[in-house]
């Protein structure tokens, strides 16, 4: 068979929040920005969580986060995220997301998380999701390890159904059976480029083309810790208790076979 995956958006589809935005205070403790720019992001943060984000205020906001990170030394950036990931993530991570993603991994579904937020920030977190593989903007660094300002690749729009069909190609999986998961009509491209889209607490421009087309509408309202959540084997934990499962079952009809032939004896 074919292989699958699911593909989910990350922002607002399976962490309640903006997953950069989110770590403007520990940026402000760690002195990458200054009291203003941290203000000025809470309020970013807050305009996102209110009514989503068009186009317009997406290039709006990767403008500004752009321009703010010019001059961060990276290793710095990466060591403030890698403290604060589970004090500030791990609690608003949605429950049905978590549930979803232990789903595929049972189903033998690869999960991606193809996220517009730069990749020192999706990295950590698709590890904390148990992710298989993760696509996300990438900002240019200069040979100092600072970032330039510039971006490298930018993982937004049309470019995420890019990003989904060349790990398609690379990876073997089949569109047509493969899912994808997001809340925005920035998403509608990586939405189509699969055969099972999912709307995730949508924006109205994403409601109303899901209705359109008869795309299920999935509400997430219940941000969870993963440690607080029942734990679930790891994925190699799963395939050998199958194995043992089958084992033991093809034991137990050999054990079966064996009486009834010394009966009939």
């Known amino acids: 068979m074919p292989r699958t995956a699911a593909f989910f958006d990350l922002d607002k589809t399976v962490i309640a929040k903006s997953s950069t935005l989110t770590f403007s205070k520990s940026f402000y403790q760690g002195g990458l920005i200054n009291r203003r720019a941290a203000l000025r992001t809470a309020y970013t943060q807050f305009v996102f969580l209110a009514g989503g984000a068009d186009h317009d205020q997406m290039e709006r906001m990767r403008k500004y986060l752009s321009a703010m990170c010019r001059g961060w030394n990276v290793q710095q950036v990466k060591e403030i995220v890698a403290e604060t990931l589970h004090d500030l993530i791990d ?13 595929h991994h049972v189903a033998g579904r690869d999960v991606v998380i193809v996220s517009t937020s730069g990749a020192e920030v999706v990295e950590p977190i698709g590890e904390l999701l148990g992710a298989d593989r993760v696509v996300a903007t990438r900002m240019v660094v200069g040979d100092d390890g600072c970032f330039t300002g510039e971006v490298e690749y930018y993982a937004y729009g049309p470019t995420k159904a890019e990003a989904v069909k060349e790990l398609a190609v690379s990876e073997g999986y089949d569109l047509e059976r493969c899912y994808a998961y997001s809340d925005s009509a920035t998403d509608i491209p990586m939405l189509e480029a699969v055969g099972r889209p999912h709307a995730v607490n949508p924006d109205r ?11 299920p509408v999935l509400d ?28 033991a079952a093809t034991a137990g009809l050999v054990w079966y076979a064996s009486r009834r032939r010394s009966a009939a004896s």
Do not use: T
């Open 91 to 103: 609690p608003i991570i949605y429950d049905e997301a978590a549930s979803l993603i232990e789903e």
């Open 205 to 215: 421009a994403l409601r109303r083309e899901a209705i359109a087309r008869g795309w």
């Open 220 to 247: 997430f309202n219940h941000p969870v810790r993963l440690k607080q959540r029942l734990s679930v084997p790891p994925r190699p934990a799963l395939v050998a208790a199958a194995a043992i499962g089958a084992a």
